[in-house]
């Protein structure tokens, strides 16, 4: 188990270039994260793979 961010900290998807906030890991190497959906105005919540995840600038 990796665990290269912590609990709070900003990521940035390598897919699409969203912010997110990085909320618990759940496996080595799966993260549960949440973002601000802009068009639906709500706050979402996924479960997205570590090497997909960069630090947020």
Same mark, same amino acid.
């Given at each position: 188990m990796r !665990?290269? /961010?912590k609990?709070? +900290?900003r990521v940035r #998807?390598? %897919?699409d270039g969203k912010v997110?906030? &990085?909320l618990k890991y759940l496996k080595s190497n799966l993260v549960e &994260?949440?973002? /601000?959906d802009l068009q639906?105005? +709500? &706050?979402?919540t996924n479960k %997205? !793979? +570590?090497d997909k995840l #960069? !630090?947020?600038a």
């Open positions: !665990k290269l /961010f609990k709070g +900290e #998807s390598k %897919i997110m906030e &990085v &994260v949440r973002w /601000f639906a105005k +709500e &706050v979402r %997205i !793979k +570590e #960069s !630090k947020a």
